[in-house]
């Protein structure tokens, strides 16, 4: 099968002093369908990963391809329109816009997206997250597992067929984790849609399909240990 995104010996460097190279020939094909997890210890380049696959940062060397564009060529037009319709972000900290209510947030996400605004469709998800009855408050009025719930919520209602999502478990607790997963797999299990999660949760990371560790700038599968 294609995969839905395709890394081919990526490489990033950040000059700085001294330089740092959190990713040093990185390959990695993603398959539609599929949940792939990324661990690995904290400041080793996990975030930087998924940027660069997102195309929010460019390689210095080696290719993304996704849907035939690759990201580290594209223009900036080309990574507009991806990011419209193609690839979904969940980051580390959870962007709102401040002066729109949760309700106004999961719209404004469609209308940027192009996307059709379904009212109906909204509130099923803020009840999904548990957020029907903060639908109208502002994000200063959300606890931060709440502001989380509804980055999640805004990002699963836009149709991306690749959602990347870094950390989406901090400040979450267990039965919340367990309902993000949940609804990881249901977006997968929609069709050619994969998802990308980043997790220093080494239990959390064994429920993907597959999982990867990140390490010395090189990515590596890590094979289940069948228990004898
Ligand atoms: N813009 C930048 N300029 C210079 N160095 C950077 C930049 N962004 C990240 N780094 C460095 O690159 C390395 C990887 O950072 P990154 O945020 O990708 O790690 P991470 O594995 O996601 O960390 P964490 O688990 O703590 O979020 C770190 O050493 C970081 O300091």
Redesign the pocket.
């Known amino acids: 099968m294609e995969p839905l995104i395709e890394l081919k010996g990526v490489v990033k460097e ?3 002093v001294p ?4 990713l040093d020939g990185v390959s990695l094909a993603v398959a539609p369908g599929r949940i792939v997890a990324v661990t ?12 660069v696959m997102g195309g929010l ?1 460019r390689a210095d060397e080696g290719s993304v391809l996704y849907h035939g564009t690759d990201l580290v060529r594209a223009s900036a037009a080309e990574i507009d329109a991806v990011h419209r319709c193609g690839i979904g972000f969940v980051f ?1 900290s959870p962007y709102l816009f401040p002066a729109l209510t949760a309700r106004e947030n999961m719209v404004m996400a469609l209308r940027a997206a192009g996307q059709p605004v379904d009212g109906g469709a909204i509130d099923a998800m803020l009840e999904e997250v548990g957020l029907t009855d903060r639908a109208d408050h502002l994000p200063a009025e959300l606890s931060v597992g709440q502001k989380r719930r509804l980055v999640l919520a805004r990002v699963l209602l836009a149709k991306h067929d690749l959602l990347l999502a ?2 989406p478990t901090n400040d979450l607790d267990a039965d919340w984790s367990d309902e993000v997963f949940g609804r990881f797999r249901a977006f997968v299990a929609e069709g050619e849609r994969s998802v990308v999660v ?1 997790t ?1 949760d080494e239990a959390y990371a064994r429920q993907a399909d597959e999982v990867y560790v ?1 390490e010395e700038g090189k990515l590596a599968r890590r094979e289940e240990v069948t228990p004898c």
């Open positions: 950040f000059r700085s330089p740092v190279r959190p690995g210890v904290s400041g080793k380049g996990k975030s930087t990963l998924l940027n940062l580390q870094d950390e980043v220093h990140l």
